[in-house]
C-alpha cells in the first residue's frame, strides 16, 4: 500500500503535482512555497521487500528507471522519479532517437494523469490525454487540440545509457518503474 500523500498546488498558469511520504512536506510552485502537515498519523514499518526489490531491480544504480526494451513504441511505461521524501509520477515514451519522459500529469487538470495506470496511448505521433482527449506531440509535449491547447507537458531529463533508461534530471536522485 501506498502512504503517500498526493499534493497540488496551482498558481494562475503553473502548477505542481507531487506525492510525499509521511504527513509534512513543501512543494514549490509560480515562486511560493506551500507548506503542510496533515497531523498525526502512526508511523509504519518501513517496506524491507520493497527496498530490497528495488536494489535487486536497478543493479546498484538507484538513477536505473527500466531496460529501453520494455518501454512500449506504442504506449507509455509509468515511474516516479524520487528526491527524499518527494515523488513525481512521470511517464517514458519511446521516439526514433531513444526515449522521452514526462510528467504523469495533464497541464488541463494537473490533479489527472494522462493515463488510467496503464500508460498512456499514443496515437501516431501524438500522445493522448484519457480524460478529454488532449493530444501532445510526442517530440517536444506540446498540446495541439484540446482544453489545454498551447500549453506543454513537463519533461524530465533520462538518457538511455547501455540499453537501460537512467534518469538525469538533477532534481531527482532515484528513479522507480511503476508496474500495472
Ligand atoms: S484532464 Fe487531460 S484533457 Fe482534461
Known sequence: ???SVRVTVTDGEESEV???????????????????????????????????????STGGDERFV???DDVPSGGTLR????AGRRRIDGILQRTDEGVLAWENSCPHEP?????????ALIDGDQLVCH?????F???????????CRGRSL??????????????????FESGQRLDA
Open 66 to 68: 527500466a531496460p529501453v
Open 154 to 171: 513537463k519533461p524530465i531529463d533520462v538518457a538511455v545509457r547501455d540499453g537501460d533508461v537512467i534518469l538525469t534530471d538533477d532534481r
Open 131 to 135: 480524460k478529454h482527449g488532449a493530444r
Open 79 to 82: 515511474f516516479e522519479a524520487r
Open 18 to 56: 507531487v506525492r510525499i511520504d509521511g504527513t509534512d512536506g513543501e512543494v514549490d510552485a509560480g515562486g511560493a512555497t506551500f507548506r503542510f502537515d496533515v497531523g498525526d498519523v502512526p508511523e509504519t514499518e518501513p517496506e524491507e521487500t520493497a527496498s530490497e526489490e528495488s536494489t535487486e
Open 137 to 147: 506531440n510526442c517530440d517536444d509535449g506540446y498540446c495541439t487540440r484540446g482544453p
Open 1 to 3: 500500500m501506498d502512504d
Open 111 to 119: 490533479e489527472v494523469q494522462l493515463d488510467r495506470g496503464l500508460g
